[in-house]
């Protein structure tokens, strides 16, 4: 059929309105993200220093070891458990100021809201004169002495730690190597099978095992020689690197989309003053987790020697609660899941977060889920049953 002039004037015109409405749309979009920008980029330029400060929850030093220190939370309620002192301790990727990170996204706050004597170690900030130091130092001489000197203020009884991400893999190693010290085991994002269920990760999941299982022994070996250290620099890129387009558009489109807005601005801004506080992670410990863990899985293999002694999992004699993240790109999900094949069934339980790796303790929804059934855990298998009441009262408050 013949297509007559006036009919591809027509189509012509049509495509050209076409066109003029998709740039009117895409020029709208620009003005109102402009706008957007303007009014976060009016709340950036008066922000000062002591605005965004972190971890503020009062604490005192009770305990020093190298530059290792061990800081004793102050109550901030009347109210009183009668379970055993809880130790948190965090990895040596990051800072256990996460766990704190501002009064209403606090694991510390939640702890002590419920009447929970809480301990948390600080590792320090290690230099390259530190370069030598392994998981003999940090399990057994650094974390055991923290634990050594709650048990020992503890009337010598057994006590609760808290193990998160490289942390809950001391944890869990420490309490198989001296498990007459613990009366509980709590883990989060932790790996412990550090190859996972590869065959069944969902998309974007597991791309931090696959990148260091591709790099050899020699690779490894070669960065941490020439610098002494894992630079912390380098591991902050890469943890960027496994979330690309989030990591590039954070700090222009996402600021925009805040428009100003105080609290999710001030949020912000202290998640990025965490994140930019990374740490170098000391070269022999470094690469017994790159190459002995990541690269030859021998925690769940009883192959990774502490002290001279193999490390046998089923030897963790405690109550365990494992939490893990459902979407969390760096430790997946059954790398975490995989300690239930070492803990009798009666003394484990789970904890599922329908979120990511650092959303388990700096979101919103986690205060609830994480937090309180943190508590809830540990006040069931080692409260009365006259405080249980009590301390679930201070839960729903927080």
Avoid at 349 to 363: A, C, D, N, T, Y
């Amino acid at each position: 059929m013949k297509v007559t002039e006036a009919e591809t004037d027509q189509k012509l015109f049509d495509e050209i309105e076409a066109a003029q409405e998709a740039w009117s749309l895409v020029w709208q979009h620009m003005l109102k993200t402009g706008e957007q920008m303007v009014k976060s980029n009016g709340f950036l330029g008066k922000i000062k220093n002591e605005d965004v400060e972190i971890a503020e929850t009062p604490s005192d030093v009770v305990f020093e070891i190298d530059k290792v220190r061990l800081f004793h939370y102050r109550p901030l309620t009347k109210i009183r458990t009668d379970i055993p002192p809880m130790i948190i301790c965090y990895g040596l990727f990051g800072r256990q100021t996460m766990i704190d990170l501002q009064e209403d996204r606090s694991l510390v706050r939640n702890l002590l809201m419920a009447g929970i004597d809480l301990y948390v170690v600080d590792w320090g900030n290690p230099t390259r004169a530190d370069q030598y130091l392994d998981f003999d130092d940090y399990v057994e001489r650094y974390l055991g002495s923290c634990v050594e000197h709650v048990y020992e203020a503890n009337d010598k009884k057994p006590v609760n730690l808290f193990g998160i991400c490289e942390g809950g893999t001391f944890a869990a190693m420490l309490a198989a190597f001296r498990p007459e010290l613990f009366a509980g085991l709590a883990l989060a994002i932790t790996p412990i099978d550090f190859h996972g269920d590869q065959e069944n990760f969902w998309r974007g999941e597991g791309f931090l095992n696959s990148w260091i299982g591709n790099l050899t022994q020699d690779d490894i070996n070669l960065v941490i020689d020439t610098h002494g250290m894992l630079p912390g620099e380098m591991t902050g890129a890469i943890f960027s690197s496994l979330t690309p387009i989030a990591s590039m558009t954070k700090y222009n489109i996402g600021l925009a989309k805040m428009e100003g807005n105080e609290a999710m601005m001030l949020n912000f801004l202290r998640m990025e003053k965490w994140i930019a506080d990374r740490p170098d992670h000391p070269g022999e410990a470094a690469r017994q987790w790159l190459n002995g863990l990541y690269r030859e899985n021998q925690l769940v293999n009883g192959e990774f020697i502490i002290c001279g002694e193999k490390i046998d999992l089923s030897k963790i004699n405690c109550p365990v609660i494992n939490i893990y993240a459902e979407q969390d790109h760096i430790i997946p999900v059954s790398c975490s899941k995989a300690l239930s094949k070492f803990v009798p069934k009666k003394n484990y339980e789970e904890i599922g977060f329908p979120g990511g790796h650092v959303g388990v303790f700096v979101s919103r929804k986690a205060q609830g889920v994480v937090a309180s059934g943190l508590i809830e855990w540990v006040i069931r298998k080692q409260g009365s049953k006259a405080k249980v009441k009590q301390v679930k009262k201070s839960i729903r408050k927080v």
